[in-house]
Every structure is written in C-alpha cells, then in structure tokens.
C-alpha cells in the first residue's frame, strides 16, 4: 500500500502523504507508551540498584546489585513465588477442567444455547474486587450459604491459612472458567463434521475419537486459554489481597505492593518488580506466538 | 441400528441440556445472592439458615447514599411525619440523616466515588480508543519496518503488572502533582488501555477491503478523508465494541486506583471494601452499593455478548 504514496493522482499531490499520515497516527500512540510505560520502567531499573525508600528524605545511594541478593536469599520470597505457583496451577487447573468440560456439553443443539453463554460470561466481566467482596459474604463461617449448602459447618474458608489459598482459587474459577469455556467452544464448533463421520465409519471409539480429533483441533485454542490465564493468575493482586491477608495467600503482586506502598522499601520493590516483570515479558512473549498462529490460520 | 442410535443420542442430548442448565442455576447463585441482599432488611442478611423469601425493600439502597448517626429516643412525630418517605425509613432504624446548615441532608460518600468512577472510565475510554483507532489503521494499512516488533511492543505494555508500573509512576506523579487527581488516573488507564484498543481495532479495520478506500483514493479523496468518510463509518461496530470493553476494563481498575488515589479521585472499587472496616458490617448497604457497580457492566456484557470473544482474545478469535 505504501506504493500509493508516490502515485502522482491529484489526490495524493493535494492531501498528506501516505508516509506522514502513517506517521501521524502511529508516532503519538508509541510515544505516549514509552512515556508512560518504558520511561517509568527505565527510572524503577535504576531504583532497584539503590537503597532508596520513597517515604524517607534520605537521598539514595547506590548498592549495586544488593537488592537484588537480598531477595534471592530470602525465604519469605521464595515463598510468595511458590505461593503465587501453587495459586495459579490450582485456579488455571480448575478452569481448564470445568471450562473444557462445559464445553463439550453445550456443543450440541440446546434451546436458548446464546442465553447461557451470555449469562455464564458476565462474571468474569466484573471487577475482582467486588467478586471477592462478595464471595467473602458467601464463604462467611458462620451464616455464609456456601457452608450452610454444603454442610461444612462453621469451616472458616478465608481465615484458615490451609484453607484459603483454595477458597481464593475457587473464586478466580467460576470468574474465569466461562472464558476457557468460550474458546474450547469455538475451537469445537469449528471442527468439521465429516471428521467424526469417518471416525464413525472406521468404528473408532469414543476414547479415541476424543484424542485424536477433538483434543487435538481444540488444542490452540486451548492453549492460549491456558498461557493467558496462566499470566493473568500469576499477576492476581486483588482478588487475594481482598479476600484474605494470611501469609499463605500472599501472592508475588501482593508482597510487591506490600513492600513498595506500606514497607515503604523502594529500591528493595523496584527490583522485585524487575524480576516479576522479566517472567511477564518472557509468558507474553509465548502468548503473542500462539495468538498469532491462531490469527492466521 | 440408526433409530437405536438417534434415541440413544436423544436421551445423552437430554442429560446435557440437563445438566447444562443446573450448572447455569448454581453459576448464578453468587450474583443472586448480592442482589437479594441488597434488597433485605438489614436483620434478615445473616441469618442461619439463609433467608429466601422476603419482603424486598430499598432501605440499604437509602443508607448508602445518606450519612447517618444512631439516635437517641425516637423522632418527633410532626418531624416524622414532615420527613419523606425515604427519611422516614431511616428513623424507623432508630437513625437520622445528617443535615447541613441548610437542613438538606448530607450524601455518603458513594455518589462522589461513582461519579470520580464514571468520570475516569469515560474520559480514559475515549482516549484510548480514539488513539488506538488511529494507530491501528497505521498498522493496517501501511508498512512498517519491525511492524510485528512494535505491535508485541505496544500488546507487552498491557500485559506489565500494575503494581511494577506503579512504583515509578507514584514517584513521578508525586513529584509533579498528580496523585489523587482524575488527570492522574485518566492517563494511567489511557496507556493500560491503548495497547488493547489498538490490538481489537486493527482486527477490525483489517476485515474492512481495502478496495472502498482505494476507489475513493481514485475518486479523488485524499488519504485523510477516505478515511474519515469510508473507514470510520465501516469501523464503526469495533469503534463500539472497543469503547465498552475499554471502559469496563477501567470501570473495574482496582490496583492503580487503590495506590494513585486516597479521597478526591477515588474511584468506587477502592471504596466499597473500605467500608467494610468502620464497626459492624452492614452487609445490605455494602450489597447494594456492589449491585449498583455491576450494573453497568451487566448491560454492558449483554450488549456485547457477540463480541466478547474477540475482546478477551485481543481480537485473534473472529467470531
């Protein structure tokens, strides 16, 4: 198309050129990124190599890579790693089950099939933190419908430290299950029938068909479920830092906001940041490869 | 054979509508419950065992939005009967609404947050998608050396954790000025939401032939009013889609909020726990203020229910 910036028609003598209107549209949106997102990455990268606290007057001075050091000799990190781990295999887990599972039941002809797709989708269009206001009234040990229901007694979900991490994952489940079930059912719903029908013919199983025809026309679209939930969950501040503040739900992004905004540790944060940040980009990356294959098949 | 086939199939169909429908009852038993809430009488939230039936009314609804302190004896009955109806529920709790000099009674501070909420979603919204439609119809249309580099660029800066983006801004902000201030937030949620406005749009302005504009190109329209005339108007469902999906990603923004802001532009998410700590729980006010919250993005979802894929997917799934 860029071609068309040299063709000699009166348009294109009167208007802007194709390479400046480019450049018009393109130019403010990358700049104003940078200055938003990069400039305040390249301030925090040199904070994390000083011992600076931004709720001090004392000027920072550089400790080189101590911080760094520091908070890979550090238990409690290790722990809001593996934490933060153990979060998003069970509520990744957990939505890949339940999502795919739903999946294959709605893929067939059911009456008001668009009804229910549309009510199981607003979850997960709601702010987490209302979510977890509300699923704290849920699980409530005493009067909550969730252990009257179940008849778990008085089973405090969210203050019992072995408890809770489950009782957060269970929450991010029903939120985002639906969103895995809406790939799955567009990765079902565009293989070809003819495929089952030939499987019928050479009286293949069920067993088999499942594994070698739905499973593997599924996959893509299942995996960039499962790589995007798996950030997103690996990312997951509010939810947890509403539902629960017990040391066995701290999750990286809330040690991070912990140390940055209440320890008041500013370099010590600026370098934990880096290091979450350098895993994000590395997961993205793998997200956009898959994303784009899906795009151009 | 086939006829024991179809009845078997018949019966199998039939479990799954079964079960697809009791799945879809105990999914919404959680959005069920808020609402019910929000519409109970505060001695009937909590009880063992839940209530389900009773007389709905809109007392938490009226406390939400009023400042109100316990009283001391009962109303005077000409004060009673002078007050409306809504006043006269408070006192019927053993409370008065705080007044002002001016005898008008004082809002709670929820009208303010949901206001400051409204104000940032729309404002960053149209920021967002406004540069974002632009920018992706640069992407689409032209060439552009490391095109692929710059889009994984541009869709990386919205996968960044808040809080690693928070921690310098809050240095910066402070420094000139634009903690707790709506300017503040806009901004921020305008760079969160570009990356995705720009990815949802140069899907849709990819499906639009390139062959209208070429022919107005021909026609002797420049490039900028091909665009505003025939791009635009053709773009107009994703310009929508994008916009309502922009806004509820910032309508629902709970981390930046809870850390850029504290009082004058504090947005309703940061607010509607806080009231959790002050005393006893009111559960049907914090209810009914969740209910009010989620009411946008409810209709919003509905509206958007055929392009919901498409958004979550970053417009890779076209559907």
């Not at chain 1, 990744?92 to 039941?105: E, I, P, R």
């Not at chain 1, 229910?116 to 009234?137: H, I, Y």
């Not at chain 2, 959680?30 to 809109?58: C, D, G, H, M, N």
Request: with cysteine; charged share 15%.
């Amino acid at each position: 198309m860029l071609s068309r910036l040299d063709s000699r028609s009166p348009a294109a003598r009167r208007g802007l050129s194709d390479l400046s209107i480019r450049n018009l549209f393109i130019i403010p949106t990358i700049a104003f990124l940078i200055v938003f997102n990069i400039f305040p990455l390249i301030y925090s990268l040199g904070y994390s190599f000083t011992d600076f606290s931004a709720s001090s007057n004392a000027p920072a001075t550089f400790v080189g890579l101590q911080n760094y050091r520091d908070l890979l000799n550090d238990d409690h990190v290790w722990n809001n790693f593996s934490v933060t781990a153990r979060y998003v295999l069970l509520s990744v887990g957990g939505q890949v089950l339940l999502g795919f599972g739903v999946a294959l039941l709605l893929n067939r002809r059911i009456p008001f099939k668009g009804l229910f797709t549309t009510l199981l989708l607003v979850p997960m269009m709601m702010s987490p933190v209302v979510v977890g206001l509300f699923w704290e009234l849920l699980y409530s040990p005493s009067w909550g419908i969730i252990n009257y229901a179940l008849g778990l007694g008085d089973l405090a979900w969210l203050s019992d430290p072995d408890v809770a991490l489950y009782a957060i994952a269970i929450t991010d489940i029903w939120m985002w299950s639906p969103f895995v079930m809406l790939l799955c059912l567009a990765g079902l719903s565009a293989i070809p029938q003819h495929l089952y029908e030939a499987a019928a013919i050479d009286r293949a199983g069920r067993w088999f068909t499942f594994t070698r025809i739905t499973l593997p026309l599924v996959a893509p679209l299942l995996l960039i479920a499962v790589i995007f939930r798996t950030m997103e969950a690996f990312k997951t501040f509010d939810l947890a830092f509403i539902m629960s503040s017990q040391e066995t739900t701290e999750l990286i992004a809330i040690k991070l906001y912990r140390l940055a905004f209440q320890e008041w540790q500013t370099g010590p944060s600026c370098a934990l940041a880096y290091m979450v940040l350098i895993m994000v980009l590395a997961i993205t990356n793998i997200y956009v490869k898959y994303l784009n294959r899906a795009r151009d098949r | 054979m086939a006829a024991v086939q179809s009845s078997r199939q018949k019966v199998l169909n039939r479990a799954a509508v079964a079960v697809v429908v009791l799945l879809t009852l105990v999914y919404l038993v959680p959005i069920y419950w808020i609402t019910s809430t929000a519409f109970k009488p505060r001695s009937l939230a909590t009880t063992v065992p839940p209530t389900v039936l009773f007389q709905p009314e809109v007392t938490a609804f009226i406390k939400l939005f009023t400042k109100r302190v316990q009283m001391i004896g009962k109303a005077s009955p000409e004060v009673y009967d002078k007050a409306p109806w809504w006043e006269k529920r408070i006192y019927d709790l053993g409370e008065r609404i705080i007044k002002d000099s001016n005898g008008n009674s004082e809002l709670s501070a929820y009208p303010s947050r949901f206001l400051n909420s409204l104000i940032v979603a729309v404002s960053s919204t149209l920021l967002a998608v406004a540069m974002g439609t632009l920018t992706a119809y640069g992407f689409s249309r032209f060439r552009m050396p490391g095109e692929q580099d710059w889009l994984f660029f541009i869709l990386s800066t919205r996968m960044l954790p808040p809080v690693v983006v928070a921690i310098p801004m809050f240095l910066m902000y402070r420094a000139v000025g634009l903690v707790d201030t709506h300017a503040g937030l806009i901004i921020l949620y305008t760079a969160f939401n570009l990356s995705f406005s720009v990815w949802l749009m140069k899907g849709f302005i990819d499906e639009i032939p390139k062959e209208y504009e070429e022919a107005a190109l021909v026609d002797g329209y420049t490039r900028m009013e091909a665009f505003f005339r025939i791009v635009l108007p053709q773009s107009a469902t994703g310009i929508a889609a994008t916009a309502v999906f922009c806004f509820i990603t910032a309508w629902n923004e709970y981390a930046f909020a809870l850390m850029m802001t504290n009082r004058r532009a504090q947005t309703a998410p940061p607010y509607i726990p806080s009231q959790l700590g002050s005393g006893i729980t009111d559960w049907t006010a914090i209810a009914a203020g969740t209910l009010l919250f989620l009411l946008p993005v409810a209709i919003f979802t509905f509206l958007l229910r055929r392009h919901l894929l498409r958004g979550v997917t970053f417009g890779a799934i076209r559907k």
